[in-house]
């Protein structure tokens, strides 16, 4: 073991439905995934290349934890998404070979500070400080694709406070989860414990503290926080 000069930071994991966790190594994010919100954001929505950007693995907040409402924005914004972990890793990996890199899946939010994303766009800065905040990653169990298979289809729904802010259909993903695998491989060596966060439905909008953020994924399971 290396001798450390300062005590090795902790290990970010999520807990998986039924026990045990599963330890995350990365965060990856794909952006404008879902024609109607890439239309809500002012972009067109054909089949441009997807693109991606991450958040550090501890930026995620598990079992339903109370969200802090982060420093330096007064817009921040919801976007429900289905989450993809892998349990396998590589480079160039083939489409029809995607799936079986896949170990689970889980619901999650990729809570954003759209004030200061917009203004990073604006300046042709980086997103980081827009997207990989502390407590920006909210997750619900994960579960094994062992035991439900590869979901393509399904509605994916957010309610705040109780009302549907955000309701699609995993079908309309504009890259399938082989597809983002496929073409992440090929930028980045994939690792087991990375996750990729699959892009959000229409509907972002801003919350606010007090406000109750409720997500589903059927056929996956759920997502909760209160911004506190
Ligand atoms: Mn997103």
Redesign the pocket.
């Known amino acids: 073991m290396a001798d450390y000069v300062i005590p090795p930071p902790a290990v970010a994991a999520v807990p998986v439905a039924g026990g045990g966790a599963f330890p995350v190594r990365r965060v990856f994010?794909?952006?404008r995934n879902y024609a109607e919100h890439a239309r809500e954001m002012g972009s067109d929505p054909d089949r441009e290349p997807p693109f991606f950007f991450m958040k550090p693995a501890d930026a995620l907040l598990t079992g339903g934890a109370d969200m802090p409402y982060p420093p330096q924005t007064a817009d921040l914004h919801h976007?429900m998404?289905m989450v993809v972990a892998l349990g396998k890793g590589g480079t160039d990996i083939a489409e029809a070979d995607a799936l079986a890199h896949v170990w689970g899946y889980a619901a999650g939010l990729?809570m954003?500070r759209r004030d200061l994303q917009g203004q990073a766009k604006k300046e042709g800065k980086p997103w980081d400080m827009g997207k990989g905040f502390d407590a920006s990653a909210p997750i619900g169990l994960m579960v094994p694709a062992e035991t439900i298979g590869h979901p393509a289809k399904g509605a994916i729904v957010l309610k705040v406070n109780g009302a549907v802010r955000q309701s699609a259909d995993l079908s309309h993903l504009i890259w399938s989860v082989p597809e983002m695998i496929a073409y992440l491989s090929r930028l980045v060596a994939l690792a087991p414990g990375d996750l990729i966060?699959s892009?959000?439905p229409a509907g972002v909008a801003a919350v606010g503290r007090g406000d109750l953020l409720e997500g589903e994924v059927a056929g996956v399971g759920t997502v909760r926080t209160r911004i506190v």
């Open positions: 994010c794909v952006g976007e998404e990729d954003t966060f892009g959000t």
